[in-house]
């Protein structure tokens, strides 16, 4: 039974036992007060008749008339005249009737009143004996009348009190709820807080929950803190704070060969002219803080146009990755701006030269850099902030133009998607679940999302492409029961009729939903995570799995995300790739699993190539694996 219920059937018990024991203390006080005035009145009634009666002639007839005037007019029940031998000289007796009062009372009362006595005298020698006895029925209405009375105050005082009692209970459910809630909600690893109540003891209950969760919630900070910096330790250049070459380059493999959006791009490199020369003038601290203004610069440019990703690529060289936006001249332009106003704040002349390209899949890191570098040098010799956009590889686009573009994906979108299959698997090789990147119909081909998506973005289709993907995916997992993995879009998150459009659609699909795997990337939390936090809150009643992909850059703010009740984290194929070579990177993710681990997070590989490589992540602690050299390791019933 419920601590609720049980205050509810304790205050029910103890008005019953008051109303109880006010009505018999009550109805018995009466009856005894009312048997008493009974009493008292039989018999001075009896000693004043008596006394009447002696003072008189003890004529039959005027004795008859006498008793029977005093019967009538007095509410009598029996009035009886004895003589000295007990013979019965007169007797008057009336009807036992009660009226306006029931039986049960009657029998449950029963009054017991002794009959008032008193000798008659005649002179000096005794008459007789008079026995008289009241009627009861005005005692049994009177008593009758005070108990409804009472019966009704105590209704009264009890709906009052039920009502108090209701507030009362409801005053102490409120946050007898929220600390199950939240003690759920440690049982889950989402360590929240509550609200203290005014009750004392639930006061210090929660006091002590809110303490635990704090330092939880503490310790995750520090933990992840320590893995950033080792992260970054690997990753970055101390100098500029972006990616070093190498991470960089890894990064860049990675976009050229996904299968999703990031397959398509642009890239930009920067070069600070003449470094040595501007050493030399500003000395070697403020030569590290232009470098670093520089590096922030690229990183904010990255920022406003999506999943940016920035590195130094050598001493001078920089370069930015913007996946999913192929527009080089918008982006250019704003590129030539910022420098613009960094070479303003130099007190010496400082060469800027910039160049970029787009890239798309299959395009060859190598090839892209030898383009950059060769546009590089010659913008370099045109002028400090001069600026070229090198040729890539010579591919035909699909369309010439953007209403082009946005009928044959409208019609596309029209027509439905396809959904690709690439296994995610556990350190036993069975299903977790399988991602299902959109393939859209183009020119007779399914095409996939690293050539459409770019398009998709400028023309303000991504709500529309991802519920097309959800309704589809919902509908596969309805028709084979297997649980599917999809991925949306920043721009679909921040959209609130999407989001509404998502939640009808689950609400309908309650059974596939809780076969469904979402994610959105890491950069769309750190950027936009009260866009997500609502996101997770209308997603939370379906039982659907959330998740993060690509973590890898902001992994130090997961302890920010202790109270969204995510599934799932799939670190970034940066910090897989290659793993076998690399005992720090193996610290690294086995620190990142064991953190996702204390707070009942899945840790998921990206990017595996091969077996050896899934398993290695396993025995660090990793969940699942998926990527290139997975798909090797699916097999029926997995």
Not at 127 to 154: C, D, N, P, V
Not at 300 to 324: H, K, M, W, Y
Not at 368 to 393: F, H, I, K, M, Y
């Amino acid at each position: 039974m419920s601590l609720i219920k049980q205050l509810w059937l304790t205050v029910i018990i103890l008005l019953l036992l008051a109303f109880g024991g006010s009505l018999f203390i009550g109805v018995t006080t009466s009856r005894g007060y009312i048997e008493q005035e009974v009493e008292i009145k039989n018999r001075d009634n009896a000693n004043a008749l008596a006394l009447t009666m002696s003072q008189m002639e003890k004529d039959p007839v005027t004795i008859g008339l006498l008793l029977a005037a005093q019967f009538d007019t007095g509410h009598y029940r029996r009035i009886e005249l004895r003589d000295p031998e007990g013979e019965i000289i007169d007797l008057r007796e009336g009807p036992e009737e009660v009226a306006d009062v029931p039986g049960w009372f009657v029998d449950l009362v029963s009054f017991e009143v002794p009959a008032g006595r008193a000798v008659i005298q005649d002179r000096w020698n005794q008459y007789g004996t008079l026995t008289l006895e009241s009627q009861h029925s005005f005692a049994y209405r009177s008593l009758w009348r005070s108990t409804l009375e009472l019966m009704g105050w105590f209704a009264l005082a009890g709906v009052l009190s039920l009502a108090l009692a209701a507030w009362i209970v409801r005053t102490i459910r409120r946050p007898l709820r929220q600390v199950v809630e939240q003690a759920r909600d440690i049982g889950d690893r989402r360590f929240t807080t509550s609200p203290e109540p005014r009750t004392r003891e639930l006061k210090e209950v929660v006091q002590a929950m809110n303490q635990l969760s704090g330092s939880v919630a503490e310790m995750l900070g520090r933990e992840s803190e320590r893995l950033d910096l080792l992260r970054k330790r690997l990753q970055h250049d101390p100098v500029s704070g972006v990616l070093n070459r190498e991470a960089f380059m890894h990064q860049l493999r990675i976009m050229l060969e996904s299968n999703n959006r990031r397959a398509t791009g642009t890239l930009l490199m920067v070069r600070v002219a003449q470094l040595g020369e501007v050493s030399e003038h500003l000395g070697h601290a403020e030569t590290d803080k232009l470098l670093h203004e520089l590096a922030q610069s690229l990183e904010q440019l990255g920022d406003i146009r999506g999943e940016g990703i920035a590195g130094r690529l050598s001493g001078t060289d920089f370069a930015l990755l913007v996946p999913a936006n192929t527009d080089t001249a918008a982006i250019g332009q704003e590129l030539t701006q910022r420098l613009a106003a960094l070479k303003e704040q130099q007190a010496i002349r400082l060469g800027l030269p910039s160049a970029l390209i787009a890239y798309a899949q299959g395009d060859r890191p190598r090839a892209l850099l030898a383009s950059l570098d060769g546009a590089l040098s010659t913008a370099e010799n045109r002028g400090d902030l001069a600026q070229l956009v090198a040729e890539g590889q010579q591919r035909l686009p699909l369309y010439q133009s953007h209403t082009e573009w946005r009928q044959a994906l409208t019609q596309a979108l029209d027509d439905g998607v396809y959904l690709g299959r690439f296994p995610v698997l556990d350190a036993e090789g069975k299903l977790l679940h399988l991602e299902c990147p959109a393939r859209l119909r183009l020119k007779g081909e399914w095409r996939p999302a690293g050539i459409f998506m770019p398009w998709i973005s400028r023309l303000g289709l991504d709500a529309r492409l991802d519920l097309a993907v959800a309704r589809e995916t919902l509908r596969e997992i309805n028709r084979h029961g297997k649980p599917l993995g999809i991925n949306l879009s920043p721009a679909s998150v921040r959209d609130g009729r999407f989001v509404m459009d998502l939640h009808g659609l689950l609400q309908g699909n309650r059974e596939a939903a809780r076969q469904l795997w979402i994610e959105v990337p890491e950069a769309m939390v750190i950027h936009d995570l009260e866009s997500f936090r609502s996101l997770c809150r209308q997603l939370q009643p379906f039982g659907c799995k959330l998740g993060l992909e690509h973590v890898g850059r902001e992994f130090r703010r997961i302890s920010d995300l202790k109270d969204l009740g995510l599934a799932y984290l799939k670190i970034d194929a940066s910090l897989v790739r290659g793993i076998g070579d690399s005992p720090e990177r193996q610290t690294l993710l086995r620190g990142m699993a064991t953190l996702c681990h204390s707070i009942g997070i899945l840790a998921i590989a990206e990017g595996v190539d091969s077996l050896q490589e899934s398993e290695l992540v396993h025995e660090l602690g990793i969940d699942g694996v998926t990527g290139p050299g997975i798909r090797q390791l699916d097999r029926p019933g997995g």
